[in-house]
């Protein structure tokens, strides 16, 4: 008998055990995911979503017909509160750097600089750099400092014999994934007779059937020199004496100041390396990836500009581009070309002037900023109306048109039509100038919020 009632507990402890697992056979999900909540990342703001009438709010004053008025959604994300900095530039600056001593001074001793096995004694091919170990630059061994001399300027190229970082060498890997080519499907090329026409569909990049191969053809490859244009000052003006202006980026004097001479495409590579690293930095501590650092869209950057005033031509609202009291709001070229007006006769350090209503800093004038969007004068009437984004992967091989993105917010050195919110224009990917930096944005995930009694999702 006391074996028999042990044999019905048992059993009934299997038959609750298995109820609560199939949750009596409704459909509840999977149980037991760890709730999220994304957290905002340093230096930026959220930027809620909304719709808004994009494009120009005060008269086409050159009628340039570039742009026009259109409604359109763009959903939540984070922003910079202010323009990317020369300090925070130099950072990825020198984790390149540091990534090619690594290498280096890893031929002489490894077990210093590299990373050979896994956590279970696997070897690891390629090795990764050990970052724990800290580099001493002023105190070498004599085996070292000669394995470090391919990262110097040559002796001939020394000015005063001084011993100074090659910046030509400075050169970043990255790599990135074009879901646009990814989803895009050509039907005519999927119906295949043979292996060999397969083969030859699958050569191009441009028009590949979806499912057919592997992924990996849509994962990109780009190496780019990271260091600013530092003559940017020089060849930009004609007949000006700017060569003061040379250590704008190297000088303690500048840290606070928007970074310039940086183009799309190092804008571009600086994103790619923050959201490594902030990813990587998460998977050691078991958290959550979250969504990649990227340039803004266009629309974006003008919803975020406008700081939810629809119709205002400028970021802080109103007409004018000074304030009751005859104080200009932002540094750019006033009247007619008295660049002391307004504070500053270059750049000024980022947040001189008021947030818009955001709480973002100088979204008009100091300097102009790359966005995500190739450029194309009737843009707005084939773009869609949601998180709108016009994008052209340009190759080098590409004509000059093709290689154009869109600026937006105007600099020091530009009129007041320049600074408002809907005006629009453009510089070549591939070009660097002393009047236009970049910030970041991060799209909003969401909130999961884990209730105790049954994972939901909520976002807020």
């Excluded at 050159?62 to 959604?73: D, N, R, W």
Aim: hydrophobic share 30%; charged share 25%; glycine share 8%.
């Amino acid at each position: 008998m006391k074996k028999f009632l042990v044999i019905i507990a048992f059993s009934a402890i299997i038959l609750i055990s298995s109820c609560k697992n199939n949750g009596s056979g409704e459909l509840i999900g999977v149980q037991g995911r760890e709730g999220f909540f994304q957290p905002t990342p340093y230096g930026m703001l959220f930027i809620p979503p909304g719709s808004y009438q994009m494009g120009p709010s005060d008269q086409d004053v050159p009628f340039a017909i570039t742009s026009q008025q259109k409604t359109v959604t763009v959903q939540a994300f984070y922003m910079d509160e202010t323009e990317i900095t020369n300090n925070e530039y130099r950072q990825f600056v020198y984790y390149v750097r540091d990534s090619l001593a690594r290498e280096l001074l890893g031929s002489v001793t490894p077990e210093d600089w590299w990373i050979e096995e896994d956590e279970y004694g696997e070897p690891l091919e390629p090795h990764h750099l050990n970052w724990d170990t800290r580099i001493k630059w002023d105190d070498f061994e004599q085996e070292e400092r000669e394995a470090l001399e391919p990262l110097y300027m040559p002796e001939h190229e020394r000015y005063f014999r001084r011993k100074e970082i090659d910046t030509r060498k400075l050169n970043y890997e990255y790599y990135w994934v074009d879901y646009k080519a990814a989803a895009r499907k050509d039907f005519s090329n999927e119906a295949t007779s043979t292996q060999d026409q397969a083969d030859h569909d699958l050569s191009s990049l441009s028009n590949r059937p979806q499912g057919v191969k592997d992924r990996s053809v849509f994962l990109k490859k780009g190496v780019i020199n990271v260091y600013p244009d530092t003559l940017c000052w020089v060849h930009d003006f004609t007949y000006s004496y700017n060569e003061p202006m040379l250590n704008y980026f190297s000088h303690p004097a500048y840290d606070n100041y928007p970074v310039v001479g940086v183009s799309w495409t190092q804008a571009r590579a600086f994103c790619i390396w923050r959201s490594n690293t902030l990813n990587e930095y998460l998977e050691t501590n078991g958290d959550y990836r979250v969504n990649d650092f990227r340039l803004p869209t266009e629309s974006e950057w003008e919803w975020a500009a406008r700081g939810g005033l629809d119709q205002s031509p400028y970021p802080w609202g109103g007409p004018y581009i000074r304030n009751s009291n005859g104080c200009f709001l932002g540094n750019y070229k006033p009247l007619r070309g008295n660049y002391l007006d307004d504070g500053g006769i270059q750049t000024l350090i980022v947040a001189h002037y008021a947030p818009n209503d955001f709480g973002l800093y100088d979204m008009a004038g100091n300097v102009a900023e790359w966005c995500m969007d190739a450029y194309d004068e009737s843009a707005y009437n084939f773009a869609h109306d949601l998180n709108m984004n016009y994008s052209y992967e340009a190759k080098k091989t590409d004509p000059e048109v093709l290689k154009r993105k869109v600026i937006r917010g105007g600099s020091w050195k530009d009129i007041g039509y320049y600074m408002q919110a809907g005006v629009r224009t453009y510089e070549y990917q591939d070009t660097a100038k002393c009047y236009i930096g970049f910030r970041c944005v991060q799209t909003y995930l969401g909130r999961h919020i884990d209730d105790g009694a049954g994972s939901s999702n909520i976002y807020r």
